[in-house]
């Protein structure tokens, strides 16, 4: 695969406050990356300075080999999806998307050819003479995407599109840019902090946390193997326990010898413990003990907390326990998974304080970022 | 239904102090302006008044003679110069200004504003003795060792004036308009292809335009019917459609004087449908 954009050794800092520390990070023709973290994980400002619109303090951007970082965004081949679409209020949907060729001094059959082959690829055929300020999120964001596709660009840089829109619109719009990105081939750079929308949609995630990289993988690698407590509590629900490594496929955590399938760490290195609550098993003996604390409904299946050695445990299951009966679980080798201990162990996995609402809440939060 | 009824009268009810002021204070003045226009002295009906707008041939101010149409010819080529002048000046100042820090916004607004709470007379005044010959600026020139410059008396003093005094009528609708606008619409037109001049000429000034139309607006009608200014700084010598009004008022001309500010009120009326015009034709297409 071709490298189309390389950033490297790449910081940058607003008031002294560090957004991006020393970021590397190479994008390859014909894949959909997705840059997913927290707001203020320094995703966006990535994004930004790979379409021009910020200069990093230090570090290298290169297009296809070429250092771009001196070209000012209209002399680099990239477009951008803004996140509130950023349409043009004074034109129509045909000149919003016919924008870039104009400006190109494009002939008016040429235009009138391409706009029509845009506006059929996002599904807007006969649209052309409305005001966009009359369409709804969805149609808008499809005539932003047309916008910045009309100029077939290299790389298209999207940032957080799908945050204005219902979950439903979102769910249709996510099949819909993936299907584009096959049907065109051309780069996707995609910002968001919804992990799921990462993980079903992208060919490589790339996880940012306080302006670093955290993990570059597939969705699958991502999920599977998290490379430390960040990744594996920011990607999917994760119960994260610290724990020793007595020996190869031989792990130590709440007074217990597990037998797992992770090898290659120090004897008696201590290490995070990372077990899906997919992947707890509520059996009648088990191999750990413990008491239901709360127990969620949430349609597919239960999310049940037990206390275990005054750790609490996230379990999904569709099974049925009820608050206050002891139940014991078991957790296959296959599903326990080992982790270098980093700067956020002991940060997270434990659902003590777990709440929906919280989740809600900092969700919100999020989204409210401009 | 009821609880509508009675927000309505209410609506009403505020409406109606303005509505008072409005009726005994514009629009019975302007009958009489009209009724004026349109009578002789002895209040029969007459199109004199009108006539001779067109047709004086020359007017004696004391100074210079000249006809009305020149001295309305005059009136509109200076206002225009002073509206040109400070859409050009406040253009680029609304735009640096709306894109300032917060606090540096409000600071560079109270200042633009400052010269507004002073009086226009002694504003006046005070540009007079700048600019006369031995004023404050040739001063300045002389202790520099330059030329002294004559600009009392001239045309382009009258023109100082003006944008001096009209020049934040200009400023403050751009700035509202540009405050308003996405800073994310000027990314996407470069992200598209534009340079900065792109930028301007098909985001910026497109959306500026009805900010650009009442700052002309609010310039151009005042600068057009001003009359203190031409006399102070022009030193009489540019007679101007105000200073005509002025003349035939003070001379006890009621009926004609009537007439001229008639006239001036129709074109100036139709000037602004048509440039109301220009903007919708521009805001549709």
């Known amino acids: 695969m071709r490298k189309i954009i390389e950033l490297k050794n790449v910081s940058k800092a607003f008031d002294g406050q560090t957004v991006l520390d020393n970021v590397s990070l190479d994008i390859y023709d014909n894949e959909f990356l997705t840059l997913l973290g927290p707001s203020g994980c320094g995703k966006t400002t990535t994004l930004r300075i790979i379409a021009g619109f910020e200069s990093p303090d230090s570090g290298s951007l290169s297009f296809l080999g070429e250092d771009i970082l001196s070209l000012p965004p209209h002399r680099r081949n990239v477009n951008t999806v803004f996140q509130r679409y950023a349409l043009f209020p004074h034109l129509n949907v045909f000149e919003n998307i016919a924008f870039p060729l104009r400006e190109k001094k494009v002939p008016q059959d040429e235009i009138r050819g391409k706009v029509d082959e845009m506006l059929r690829l996002v599904a807007l055929t006969g649209f052309e003479k409305r005001s966009v300020t009359s369409l709804s999120g969805g149609q808008q964001q499809r005539v932003a995407i047309a916008r910045a596709l009309i100029s077939r660009p290299k790389v298209l840089l999207l940032d957080e599109p799908l945050a204005a829109l219902d979950l439903k619109l979102r769910k249709d719009m996510q099949q819909e840019l993936k299907n584009i990105q096959k049907a065109t081939g051309i780069t996707f750079v995609f910002v968001t902090h919804d992990q799921e929308e990462a993980l079903s949609m992208s060919d490589t995630v790339v996880v940012m946390s306080e302006g670093r990289i955290q993990q570059i993988g597939t969705p699958i690698d991502i999920y599977n193997e998290p490379r430390n407590a960040f990744v594996a509590d920011f990607i999917g629900e994760s119960n994260i326990l610290s724990g020793i490594m007595l020996q190869d496929r031989l792990v130590r955590f709440s007074g217990r010898d597990f037998p797992c399938v992770d090898e290659g760490f120090a004897r008696n290195e201590p290490v995070d413990v990372v077990i899906r609550p997919e992947d707890v098993v509520i059996v009648p003996k088990g191999q750990l003990r413990g008491t239901v604390t709360s127990v969620t409904f949430l349609g597919v299946h239960y999310e049940i907390i037990v206390d275990i050695g005054g750790f609490k445990w996230m379990i999904q299951t569709t099974g049925f326990a009820d608050v206050g009966d002891e139940i014991g679980i078991y957790v296959d080798p296959e599903n326990i998974h080992i982790m270098k201990k980093s700067e956020y162990s002991g940060l997270f996995g434990d659902y003590s304080s777990f709440s929906n609402e919280f989740d809600e809440l900092s969700d919100a939060e999020s989204e409210a970022e401009p | ?285």
Not at chain 2, 79 to 104: D, Q, W
Request: glycine letters at 6%.
């Open chain 2, 1 to 285: 239904m009821k609880e509508k009824n009675g927000l309505r009268l209410a609506r009403r009810l505020a409406l109606g102090p303005y509505g008072l002021w409005a009726m005994l204070f514009i629009l019975v003045p302007l009958l009489f302006v009209a009724y004026y226009a349109f009578t002789d002295n002895d209040f029969a009906f007459t199109t004199d008044n009108i006539a001779r707008f067109f047709t004086a041939t020359s007017v004696s101010d004391g100074v210079v003679t000249h006809t009305y149409l020149l001295i309305f010819w005059r009136s509109l080529k200076l206002a225009v110069i002073s509206t040109v002048i400070c859409l050009l000046m406040g253009y680029p100042i609304a735009y640096i200004l709306s894109r300032s820090p917060l606090r540096t916004q409000k600071i560079l607004i109270t200042l633009i504003m400052i010269p507004m709470w002073m009086n226009f007379l002694i504003r006046t005044y005070a540009w007079m003795t700048i600019l006369q010959d031995t004023g404050i600026l040739n001063s300045f020139l002389r202790l520099l060792s330059l030329r002294p410059v004559h600009i009392i008396g001239t045309e382009g003093a009258v023109v100082i004036g003006m944008v001096y005094d009209y020049f934040p009528y200009m400023i403050l609708p751009i700035y509202s308009v540009m405050a308003k606008m996405d800073v994310r619409l000027e990314e996407a037109a470069r992200d598209l292809g534009c340079n900065s001049f792109g930028v301007l000429r098909r985001v910026i000034f497109p959306l500026s335009l009805p900010g650009v139309i009442s700052g002309v607006t609010m310039v151009l009608i005042p600068s057009i019917s001003t009359f203190y200014i031409s006399q102070k700084l022009g030193n009489g010598k540019f007679y101007l459609i105000g200073d005509a009004i002025e003349g035939q008022y003070v001379a006890n001309n009621l009926h004609f004087a009537a007439a001229i500010a008639f006239i001036l009120m129709v074109i100036l009326l139709i000037g602004m449908a048509l440039m109301q015009r220009y903007a919708n034709s521009r805001a549709a297409a």
